[in-house]
Structure formats: structure tokens, C-alpha cells
């Protein structure tokens, strides 16, 4: 396999070192990085390697607790590094880039840049002849902001990249437990049995952080929740619960089943909006303790009356075979209790209960990303008991991700990404056509809720969202998993 190259653009941003940086750190860590592969950090700063990398240690210190570097660790990962001031709008300034670049190796361009920045790069790629050896491209989320626009992004990237090189990130697919929905469904053949609409009622995918906005007004005021969250994380974690088992784990295989689910999935209408769909935004609170601003009251807020979303909750339906009848519920939201991500796959009841009142209490399936990664299914089983003959009880089967892992860490999702960006395996990036078929169906839910009216409902920061959403479900006997 040739040698590697990765060249990062927007090296000094958040991005890099929040997740990026830290991530390479640690698979450097784990001995998991081509022992030659060379690191070049682009940012427009003037400033030299040295200065660079004293800065970059100790912002990405400040986010990576008891693992930050140590010197030793540090030392070694540091001589990967090369850094290249260039703005990244001016095409001259690509000529260092050029120079640094080794056509008899990989180049991996890796975008941790505004979208706007997106062509002009590819451009000036292009143009300074930064493209004539072997390469990939990998982007970071949004691709566009709409459907218009995220063709848009994604024919400048097709003029210059074939999609087989075109590495799109969304990092829920990098994350453990997401990898083992696949193995749950279909590695166990009972599981994946039954799991269809004779046997389940309903799917929930829930996504709640603590977090606000975090500063990031400027950018989240114009995005709001459904685009930030649903159309990319909690779609991807939809496809793979409803997808059909794919022929192989190539990428193209499991591409192709995901889309046929975003296809499938129902058009919300103008006539039901009111009823599948509830947005929220949060007023002042208390978040873990502390009192907390609403969003209109963030720092950076320059839209006093923005009826941007911070909490969305969806009843979506799969329209097809498999799922006909069975509606998923989703949810995401900001300022929330507590930080959980889980998909709860909800069985039905018993077709006929031979156990009096006590046993029909419907399996359920949960599959937590975050805290706690993990699998339980709950179950009925009989107590001892000589007394009492039909004593049951539900009993929860534990996976726990923990036990016999490579590590106690739970790799981030970036360390994945990253190592399979690097072997050029794009199983767990997403398509183009995915990406394009998720806001078609975000654009009708935007169209339909702007027409009906469907406005932000406050929500105190530190709840579970406006009462409202507690409606879409409890109307159907329902209710959100607690
Ligand atoms: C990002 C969103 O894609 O995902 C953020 O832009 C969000 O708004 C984040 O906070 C959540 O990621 P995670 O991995 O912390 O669940």
C-alpha cells in the first residue's frame, strides 16, 4: 500500500484541535499511524512549525483531560508535522503546498474549513497542479443548506474528484456503538428476524445534549436544529436501523441501502405538519446547576425575534415493505437534562398473553451511543419461587461495551474516521446521493412548517423539550423512553 500524506487545511481552527489533532495524537499513541506518515498543517497564519505546535499542545490539552500528551509521546508525534501558512482564497499561495507534496505518495486533503472555502480550495488545488498524483478528499459537514445548495457543493467537488476519492464526514458513523448496530443486525440472525413491522411497534432515536449553542450563534441562527442534527446524524442513525442488509460491508453496498430508506422515507405534508412535527427553542434555565440564558439571550444573538429551532421532534414513516405501520420517532435538541444518545427499538405486545396480567410487557431493545455505550433487550423470564408459580419479571441483558475491549478508552469517533480515511475505506462515510435525498425531505418538513405556521414553542433550558412534544407521542399511547 502507498504511503500517506494528510494535509489538513484549517489547522488552527476548533475543529483541529477539539477532535482532529487529538485524535491523530492517539492513534500515533496506539502505534495505529503508517510509521512514515507525514502531517502538513495549513492555516493562514505567519507563524512557524515551533510557534504552531506550542500553541496547538496546549489548546488541544485543554479539551483532552487525563490523555493530554505527554513530552515524550508529544516529541515523536511532532516530527510528523510540517506547517504552510496560506490563505486559502489565494491561488498563489498554493505553490508552498506544491513544493511540499510528494506525487509517489497518497495526498489525503482533509477540509476542517468553512463550506464557503470548499471551492476556492479544490480550485486552487487544481490549479497549482497539487492534483496530479494520487489523492482523496475529506469534507466535514454542512454540505450545503438546502438541496440546491448541497448540489452545489457537491458538483464543485465532482469537477475536480471522483466520488470513489470524496470522503464525506459525519462522525455519529465513526462511533463505536454505531459500527455495532451493524454487527447487532446482522451478524445475529435472530435479531435480524425480527425486526420488521410484525414484531416491532416503534422505533425512537433520541439525541439530547446538555450543551447550548456554545458561542456559535453566528453560524447556528441561520441552521437550527434540523439541519444541524437531523439532517445528517439522526438520518444516518435512521438508515441504519431501517436499512436492508446489504450484499457486502463495501461502501457502495451499504450506500446503496441507506438511500433507498431516505427515499422511502414520507414527505411530511403541509395538511399533517402540526401533527408529526414540533419545534422548541429554550428560554433561560438551569443547566446542571448552574442558571443558564435562553438562546435569544446568547452571547452573539443579533436576532431578538429568531424562530430558529433548538429542539425538533418528528413522527417520521418509513414507507416500504419492511416498515409499513411502524413510525419512528425522533428527537434532538440543545440545553437538554442530560447528554444521551440511544435508539430504542420497541417490540409489540404479545399476540396472546397465557400469563395473566403481569407478563405482557413488550421486549425492548436499546442501543446507547453515549453515556455508557451499550446494548441492553429487555425480557420476561420466571422468578424462583415455589410460593408463587408465576412470578415474573423483566431482566435486562447487558452488553456492555466495555468488557474484554482493546482498551478502557472508547476510541472517538475521529480515530476511526481518520484510520479509514488512511486505508481508504469509505464504508462509513457517507454518498453523495444520501446526502442529497436527506434535504429533499428536510426541504418539504422546512416548507411545510413555514406555510403552516408551525413556529419555536419555548422550552425552559434543563427540560426535556415543550409539552408539546410529549403530545406527538402520548397521543399515539406512547411515550418517550425516560
Ligand atoms: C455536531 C453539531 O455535528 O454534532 C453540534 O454541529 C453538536 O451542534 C455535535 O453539538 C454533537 O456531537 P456529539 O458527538 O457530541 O454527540
Known amino acids: 500500500m502507498s504511503s500517506v500524506d494528510l494535509i489538513i487545511f484549517g489547522a488552527s481552527g476548533d475543529l483541529s484541535a477539539r477532535k482532529l489533532f487529538p485524535a491523530l495524537y492517539q492513534l500515533d499513541c496506539a502505534g495505529l499511524l503508517p510509521s512514515d506518515l507525514r502531517i502538513a498543517a495549513l492555516a493562514r497564519q505567519d507563524i512557524g512549525l515551533d510557534a504552531f505546535l506550542i500553541e496547538l499542545r496546549e489548546r488541544m490539552s485543554g479539551y483532552m483531560g487525563d490523555v493530554a500528551p505527554n513530552d515524550n509521546d508529544w516529541a515523536s508525534f511532532s516530527e510528523r508535522f510540517s506547517y504552510i501558512s496560506v490563505n486559502f482564497s489565494e491561488a498563489d499561495d498554493f505553490a508552498g503546498l506544491r513544493n511540499w507534496l510528494d506525487d509517489s505518495r497518497v495526498s489525503l486533503f482533509y477540509l476542517a474549513t468553512p463550506p464557503n472555502l470548499f471551492a476556492p480550495i479544490c480550485e486552487h488545488l487544481n490549479g497549482s497542479a ?71 411497534d416503534h422505533v425512537q432515536i433520541t439525541v439530547a445534549e446538555v450543551v447550548g449553542i456554545e458561542g456559535r450563534w453566528g453560524y447556528y441562527d441561520n441552521v437550527g436544529q434540523l439541519r444541524d442534527m437531523v439532517q445528517n446524524h439522526l438520518m444516518q442513525l435512521l438508515c441504519l436501523v431501517a436499512m436492508e442488509p446489504p450484499n457486502s460491508l463495501e461502501a457502495e453496498s451499504i450506500r446503496d441501502e441507506k438511500v433507498k430508506i431516505v427515499k422511502a422515507l414520507r414527505r411530511i405534508q403541509p395538511a399533517t405538519v402540526a401533527e408529526e412535527v414540533v419545534r422548541g427553542q429554550y428560554s433561560q434555565g438551569w443547566s446542571q446547576g448552574s442558571a443558564v440564558p435562553g438562546y435569544l439571550e446568547e452571547p452573539g444573538s443579533e436576532a431578538p425575534a429568531s424562530d430558529t429551532e433548538t429542539y ?95 482498551s478502557d478508552r472508547i476510541p472517538d469517533a475521529y480515530e476511526r474516521l481518520f484510520l479509514d480515511a488512511i486505508n481508504g475505506d469509505q464504508s462509513l462515510f457517507v454518498g453523495r446521493e444520501e446526502i442529497e435525498e436527506s434535504w429533499r425531505w428536510c426541504d418539504s418538513l422546512i416548507a411545510a412548517c413555514q406555510s403552516q405556521g408551525v413556529t419555536a414553542k419555548p422550552y425552559h433550558a434543563g427540560s426535556w423539550g415543550p409539552a408539546k412534544a410529549e403530545i406527538l407521542i402520548e397521543k399515539d399511547g406512547r411515550s418517550w423512553h425516560a
Open 130 to 200: 497539487c492534483l496530479s498524483g494520487d489523492y482523496r478528499i475529506v469534507l466535514e459537514k454542512p454540505i450545503g443548506e438546502d438541496f440546491a445548495s448541497s448540489t452545489q457543493v457537491n458538483e464543485t467537488l465532482a469537477r475536480y474528484f471522483d466520488e470513489r476519492s470524496i470522503y464525506r464526514i459525519d462522525h455519529y458513523l465513526g462511533k463505536e456503538t454505531v459500527q455495532n448496530l451493524l454487527t447487532l443486525r446482522f451478524a445475529n440472525r435472530f435479531i435480524n428476524s425480527q425486526w420488521d413491522a410484525s414484531c416491532i
Open 312 to 406: 425538533v421532534a418528528i413522527k417520521a414513516h418509513v414507507d416500504n415493505w419492511r416498515w409499513a405501520g411502524v413510525p419512528f420517532y425522533l428527537r434532538t435538541g440543545k440545553r437538554m437534562p442530560e447528554k444521551v444518545t440511544e435508539i430504542i427499538i420497541q417490540y409489540k405486545a404479545l399476540p396472546h398473553n397465557i400469563f395473566g396480567d403481569g407478563a405482557n410487557i413488550p421486549n425492548r431493545l436499546i442501543i446507547r451511543l453515549q453515556p455508557n455505550e451499550g446494548i441492553e433487550l429487555s425480557m420476561v423470564s420466571k422468578r424462583q419461587s415455589l410460593r408463587d408459580k408465576l412470578s415474573l419479571q423483566t431482566h435486562t441483558l447487558n452488553l456492555d461495551f466495555r468488557e474484554n475491549a482493546e
